[in-house]
Each structure stands twice: as structure tokens, then as C-alpha cells.
């Protein structure tokens, strides 16, 4: 069992950086694909980066590519997006997914991951 918690959203004004974490729990982390989404107001749940089991595989959704980073620690079992220059359609909650399987690859599918956090805000003002 995987558990996982989100930390690091809030309140910026567009142009502004914004670093999130997820801190997972359960001994087989270091054995999970891993991967940001995001639900905006009255949208559906889309992907915005993941990253392989061993961090040698990362993707990115068009909308953030070139503003953001994904990267984890599987030492200390979190996981972190770095965001930069927001934009007011960056406004959503961010929620972080793991797999359950090992994995070299990226998934974008939401139906590829077994673990879901309770998820951060992101608000973005312009």
C-alpha cells in the first residue's frame, strides 16, 4: 500500500515559480512510475508530468513543457514538480499518482495508477 501527500500549492501571481511535493509512504515506492495531474474548475483530470522508477524517464504535458520539472528522491520517497512562469490556466488542484508496478516508462493514462494524494491547490491570479 502506497499513501500519498501533497504539499507546496498556494496563491502566486502569473509569472511566478512554484515548487510542489508529494511524500509517499509504504515500502515499494522506489518501485513506482509516478506522475503529476491537475483537475481545473469544471475540467476534467489531465495529466501534467511523470517520471519513470528510476527517474531516467521523464514526460510533460504541451501545456507545461518548457515550464516545468519533475524529479524525485526515492531515497526519501518524495516526489516534486517545479513550475515556472504560471499562467492563470495553471489555476487547479494538483494531485500527485503512483503506480503499482515498476516502470521505465511514462504513463499519461489517469487509469494507469493505483495511488492518488488528496491533491494541492494552484491559483493563479493575473
Known amino acids: 500500500q502506497v499513501q500519498l501527500v501533497e504539499s507546496g500549492g498556494g496563491l502566486v501571481q502569473a509569472g511566478a515559480s512554484l515548487s510542489l511535493s508529494c511524500a509517499a509512504s509504504?515500502?515499494?515506492?522506489?518501485?513506482?512510475?509516478m506522475s503529476w495531474f491537475r483537475q481545473g474548475p469544471g475540467k476534467e483530470r489531465e495529466f501534467v508530468a511523470g517520471i519513470s522508477s528510476s527517474g531516467k524517464t521523464t514526460g510533460y504535458a504541451d501545456s507545461v513543457k518548457g515550464r516545468s520539472t519533475i524529479s524525485r528522491d526515492n531515497a526519501k520517497k518524495m516526489l516534486y514538480l517545479q513550475m515556472n512562469r504560471l499562467k492563470p490556466e495553471d489555476t487547479a488542484v494538483y494531485y500527485c499518482?503512483?503506480?503499482?508496478?515498476?516502470?521505465?516508462?511514462?504513463?499519461?493514462?489517469?487509469?494507469?495508477?493505483?495511488?492518488w494524494g488528496q491533491g494541492t491547490q494552484v491559483t493563479v491570479s493575473s
Open positions: 509504504g515500502r515499494t515506492f522506489p518501485a513506482k512510475g
Open positions: 499518482a503512483a503506480r503499482n508496478v515498476y516502470s521505465d516508462t511514462v504513463s499519461s493514462e489517469i487509469q494507469s495508477y493505483d495511488y
